[in-house]
């Protein structure tokens, strides 16, 4: 496996392997890997010839008040999970080589982004999609492999992928979980061991959620309404919001007639945690 720190040398090797007719595949993240993201990788190596996954803590999608700075690294082991799974090249970039001093040009939505976590974290997606953007221009990819925890997120890449025309496949991959529910995040680390036995009220309330749909009721607000109850009762988690859209063009919905996506962000402590169902109807 090769390490990348330039978009030059990024370029070279795609350019290389599209003479060979090679597929090349794109895994997109901050870092800090884990289960999730393996696999991610798996697959990206399972249906590519070559996988480039990308390690960097992007700055522009962190609001004033969050966790950029803090936000856990480890890039050995990172690159050590990567090469294990299958990837080929781990692209590592400081932020000047990503962003010039003078750079002003940023991909906004003006849909899909004001549900959910657009809503707590009104500057996120737009520097999500710029990255994302500028990371599928370097990488050249044929595919790009995406986790539906975050579901808005998957949702938002595959707009910004058709609206712009980027000459890539979005693969959306399910969510993986801890053997006792907690959905795999960079940022469980941040939970003290009481921290994490409450988080494991996100999972709890998804489980109910879905198993009330599954049981028949259309009516979103009892759902909502059910699956916040059990968050409430958790004296260590405080809701940032538990909501559903339509799946995928996330615009509020209170009746499930069709695919909806079940969104729930929670503060563990301090520790934003988000999890999600996606009823496909
Ligand atoms: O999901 C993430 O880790 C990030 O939002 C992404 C897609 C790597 C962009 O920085």
Same mark, same amino acid.
């Given at each position: 496996m090769q390490i990348a720190?330039?978009?030059?040398? /990024?370029? &070279?090797?795609?350019?290389?392997?599209?003479?060979?007719? @090679?597929?090349?595949?794109?895994?997109?993240?901050?870092?800090?890997?884990?289960?999730?993201?393996?696999?991610?990788?798996? $697959?990206?190596?399972?249906?590519?010839?070559?996988?480039?996954?990308? /390690?960097?803590?992007?700055?522009? &999608?962190? +609001?004033?008040?969050?966790?950029?700075?803090?936000?856990? $690294?480890?890039?050995?082991?990172?690159?050590?999970?990567?090469?294990? $799974? +299958?990837?080929? @090249?781990?692209?590592?970039?400081?932020?000047?080589?990503?962003?010039?001093?003078?750079?002003?040009?940023?991909?906004?939505?003006?849909?899909?982004?004001? &549900? @959910?976590?657009?809503?707590?974290?009104?500057?996120?997606?737009?520097?999500v999609c710029t990255v994302v953007c500028k990371l599928m221009n370097i990488a050249g990819a044929d595919r790009a492999y995406f986790g539906q925890k975050d579901a808005q997120q998957l949702a938002v890449v595959r707009r910004m992928v058709r609206d712009l025309n980027i000459d890539v496949e979005v693969v959306g991959c399910p969510i993986v979980r801890e053997d006792d529910g907690l959905a795999k995040s960079s940022r469980n680390t941040y939970l003290s061991p009481e921290e994490r036995t409450a988080a494991l009220v996100l999972s709890r309330a998804v489980r109910e959620g879905r198993a009330l749909i599954e049981g028949g009721e259309r009516?979103?607000?009892?759902?909502?309404?059910?699956?916040?109850?059990t968050i409430e009762a958790e004296p260590l988690a405080r809701i940032d919001y538990v909501d559903m859209v339509t799946w995928d063009s996330i615009e509020p919905v209170r009746r499930v007639d069709g695919p909806v996506?079940?969104?729930?962000? /929670?503060?563990?402590?301090?520790? $934003?945690?988000?999890?999600?169902?996606?009823?496909?109807g």
């Open positions: 720190t330039t978009v030059s040398e /990024v370029r &070279q090797h795609v350019r290389a392997w599209k003479r060979e007719g @090679l597929i090349v595949g794109l895994v997109p993240t901050m870092g800090f890997l884990h289960e999730g993201h393996a696999s991610l990788i798996e $697959r990206a190596a399972a249906e590519c010839d070559r996988v480039v996954v990308s /390690v960097f803590v992007n700055p522009t &999608q962190f +609001g004033p008040n969050e966790d950029f700075e803090s936000y856990p $690294r480890d890039f050995r082991a990172d690159c050590a999970l990567a090469e294990s $799974r +299958g990837a080929t @090249l781990v692209f590592h970039p400081e932020p000047s080589e990503m962003y010039a001093s003078d750079a002003c040009t940023f991909v906004d939505m003006d849909g899909l982004t004001g &549900q @959910l976590c657009g809503k707590s974290r009104p500057t996120h997606f737009r520097g009516d979103g607000e009892r759902v909502l309404a059910a699956m916040r109850r996506l079940v969104a729930l962000a /929670v503060y563990v402590g301090t520790t $934003r945690l988000i999890d999600n169902f996606i009823w496909e």
